[in-house]
C-alpha cells in the first residue's frame, strides 16, 4: 500500500448512490460522507451492523480479522467501518 491515499469510487445498491472512496478511510465513513443511510453501530468490526456483499472490487482491513466467519469472507461481504477500497468498490447493504 502506498502512503498516499487514492481516491476510489464507491456505489451501492440497492439504493443507487455514487461516492467518493479515499483508500485511507473506511468504506462506512465514505458512505455516510456521501449522503447513505447505511446502517452502523460499533465502528469497530464486531457488531456487524453495517455488513454489505461486495458485488465487485476489492478491500482491505484495518485488522486481523473482522467479525465476519470465514465462509461470508468467502462469499464477499464486508464490514464497511473496517474496510478500505483498494479499488472502485459496488457494495449492497445487508446480508
Known amino acids: 500500500m502506498s502512503d498516499t491515499p487514492t481516491l476510489f ?5 440497492p439504493e443507487p448512490l455514487q461516492v467518493d472512496a479515499w483508500s485511507h478511510e473506511p468504506l462506512l465513513l465514505s458512505l455516510e460522507m456521501g449522503g447513505a443511510n ?12 453495517c ?9 482491505r482491513y484495518t485488522m486481523e480479522w473482522p467479525g ?3 465462509e461470508e ?12 477500497p ?5 457494495l449492497r ?3
Open 9 to 13: 469510487t464507491a456505489r451501492t445498491e
Open 51 to 59: 455488513i454489505g456483499q461486495l458485488q465487485s472490487g476489492r478491500v
Open 38 to 49: 447505511w446502517p452502523s453501530s460499533c465502528r469497530s468490526g464486531s457488531c456487524r451492523t
Open 73 to 84: 469472507h468467502a462469499q464477499g461481504y464486508v464490514l464497511p467501518c473496517v474496510a478500505h
Open 93 to 95: 447493504q445487508g446480508y
Open 68 to 70: 465476519l466467519t470465514p
Open 86 to 90: 483498494c479499488t472502485d468498490v459496488v
